[in-house]
């Protein structure tokens, strides 16, 4: 065991840092709610000169062969000042889908051009009737057509399918469940940006009977796809709780701040017992989330699924508790001003209600680890 | 002792349905029916529709125009328009000023105020907090200056709940800064047409601009405008934040997310081939909520059968404010995770979710405000250590 983090990746937490106050303070996140993509190119471009976007790839994809964890550094950092580039649905979820599923020619045409900052992707996976199930219920078809498919349905609340170069679409097909990289600009391709509760966009994606070839289906359907998306979603969980601890650290930090300086009855609030007990718990509660998110991300990347599921659905459970708690209380101690849009404690809170729901909410994660077999060995 | 109602009470009941299902306008009914939310116009139409009815106060003694409604009556008259989703109506005037000029008032003042109160002619709001008056309002700021027939105010409020479209505020203002804090404090009625009154409205995380920054410059308010003695409004703030905290822990606005929550599950597939509402751990989440609810309503039953005897509330009121809030908190927690991913969507821009559905996340949002307002809930706790526990206090710990 070795729980130290290396200087590689000391230095990687402060370069992610040092960018996101330079380049991207929280300022930047809320002027950016009012932008129909959500985002900038230009500082993805930058980001992928960084080379942040090709750390957790294997050098024969043309990165550096980082583990989860040095994904989960940089959300963490671009989690704090909400920096909302799309990092984990191109990095994280999608790109992962390539790299561990795809052929080098698709990984060629789809995956190296995010590396280089040049282009975004999205997973497409959520539909309105499948909610968390996403690796066990597709209800988009992908049907036999002449030599290649066509692919019909709908997806919902597609992150970053509002201006993704390429779609990675989980369908039931001939052979099970497929995964079929689209791009985006197809026709039969109709994306529709909504406005989520975080200030940020998502797409409600159709497939109108979209044309798709036989070398855009990503894997090996059936089986495979199924043990491929259910690994996608827990790195995607992982991910979010590896965000959640950024924002929670700084709606942390903000209100212990706040109790120092406001003053009522003559004293700093902090004063008050109430409120230090309520702050330490505070604490404890952000401790305990990065503690489980670190298990989470040490175990993403291995091949027991089983212990990879109880570690990524403990985390994803500490969220929805401490990390909302934290949340619930930053706005609490902030009193009237807390309530204020213009106050940024607010996006926060919300920030970390929508990570509260992708890839499987609280109740979700809970019966998933009361399901595993190790979890009901005596 | 029985819990149940008499043939009366649900003869009365049937009354009050019959008459929301016959009163209440279509374009109301359709919004009560789905999204739940009105705008400022139809929530003083309804208004209007009780008015005429004699029903816009049931709480009001019927020599003032109340409905005169007994404590059984009024439960199931907020109950009845929780059900029916109907808008809830300004508290300002009706549950806050109203019965305070009752109790304080001058004659001129009843007959001056209380009438327009009713009829929803004059439209009231709030002005107790200060940006660094809140939870130690004692220590406000905002100055009235005695000038013979008149004050002069100046100063600033702050967060007042719908001050746009307010005719009247109700301020606490400084008239005296010589002695003790609470000794200097005096209860003003303010016309916000007065030159030098200055609304700027706020959004609130909801999204929403439900409150507002309001500035007085100079204003001249008559001396009748005075409730209460010249430097005694301390008092009347203290009796408003009893009736405040039963108001705000009240059941009618929990049994309206209840039911909301139960309706949405309905709608709302689980990934396996049915709804939520069919599986059976979303259903134990939501029968805790129902569960604590009911004792709770039990509670506000026994507090409002209390106010019948003629007492006022006391620090218990504080547990109804302090359950009923978190438990709305709770509610809308639930109802969120029931939504799964569709709990992303933010004012259906464009339209992604179903209208039930549409304003859940703006209601998660502001609705954290109400373990702040009204006193919050730290405070309450304060109280009541103090009041109903007897609980020693330290010299340095203050409230
Ligand atoms: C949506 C909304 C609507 C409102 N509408 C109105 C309105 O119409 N009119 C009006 O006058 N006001 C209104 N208010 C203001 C409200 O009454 C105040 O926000 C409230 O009294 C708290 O004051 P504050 O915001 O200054 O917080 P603070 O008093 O600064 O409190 C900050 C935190 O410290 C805690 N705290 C403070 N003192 C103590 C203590 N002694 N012990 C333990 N904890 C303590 C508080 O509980 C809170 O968590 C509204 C507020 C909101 C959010």
Known sequence: MDLQYTEEQLMLRNTVADFVSRESPISRARKLHEDETGWEAAVWKQMGELGWLAFPFAESLGGFGGQFVDAAIIVEELGKALVPEPFVASIVTAGQALALAGNEQQQQNWLAPVLAGEATLAFAASEADNRYHIAERAGTTLDANGNGYILTGEKVWVDNGQAADTLLVTASGPDGLTLVAVEADRDGVERRTVKTIDGRRAAIIRFNGTPISADHIVGNPGDDTVALVDRVRDLGAAAACAEAVGVSQVAFDMTVEYLKTRVQFDVPIGAFQALQHRAVDMFIENELLRAATLAAALRVDEDDVSERHMAVSAAKKQLAVGGKFVAYQAIQLHGGIGITEEHDIGLYLKRMQALGVLFGDEAWHEARYADEPAFQAR | ?399
């Open chain 2, 1 to 399: 002792m029985d819990l149940s109602f008499t043939p009366e009470q649900e003869t009365f009941r049937e009354e009050v349905r019959a008459f929301i299902q016959e009163a209440m306008p279509p374009h109301i009914r359709e919004k009560a029916e789905k999204s739940g939310q009105f705008t400022m116009d139809e929530i003083m139409e309804w208004h209007r529709i009780l008015y005429k009815k004699g029903w816009v106060a049931p709480h009001w003694p019927k020599e003032y125009g109340g409905a005169g409604f007994d404590a059984a009556q009024r439960f199931i008259f907020t109950e009845e328009m929780a059900l029916a989703g109907a808008p809830g109506l300004s508290p300002f005037g009706l549950s806050m000023v109203g019965p305070l000029i009752m109790h304080f008032g001058t004659p001129a003042q009843k007959e001056r105020f209380l009438p327009k109160i009713l009829s929803g002619e004059e439209v009231w709001c709030q002005g107790y907090s200060e940006p660094n008056a809140g939870s130690d309002l004692a220590s406000l700021k905002c100055k009235a200056e005695d000038k013979g027939d008149h004050f002069v105010v100046n100063g600033q409020k702050t967060w007042t709940t719908y001050g746009q479209y307010a005719d009247w505020i109700f301020c606490l203002v400084r008239t005296d800064s010589s002695g003790k804090k609470q000794e200097g404090i005096s209860f003003l009625l303010i016309d916000m047409k007065t030159p030098g009154v200055k609304v700027v409205p706020m959004l609130t995380i909801g999204g929403t601009p439900a409150f507002c920054d309001t500035y007085f410059e100079d204003v001249e308010v008559p001396k009748e405008n005075l409730l209460g003695p010249q430097n005694g409004g301390w008092t009347l703030a203290k009796a408003l934040l009893g009736h405040e905290r039963t108001m705000i822990g009240g059941t009618g606005p929990l049994l309206r997310s209840l039911n909301n929550l139960k309706r949405i599950a309905a709608e709302c597939p689980d990934g396996q081939g049915q709804t939520l509402a069919d599986d059976p751990s979303w259903r134990r989440r939501a029968a805790a909520l129902e569960m604590r609810y009911r004792a709770h309503e039990m509670v506000v039953l026994k507090q409002i059968a209390e106010q019948q005897a003629g007492r006022q509330p006391g620090p218990e009121a504080s547990i109804m404010k302090i359950v009923g809030t978190t438990l709305g908190q709770q509610i809308d927690e639930l109802t969120m995770d029931t939504m799964g991913l569709n709990s992303l969507n933010w004012f259906n821009d464009p339209p992604a979710v179903p209208p039930l559905q549409e304003w859940v996340g703006s209601n998660f949002c502001y609705n954290r405000a109400t373990t702040i307002f009204g006193g919050s809930n730290e405070i309450q706790r304060n109280i009541m250590a103090k009041m109903l526990l007897g609980l020693p206090t330290l010299k340095f710990q203050a409230s």
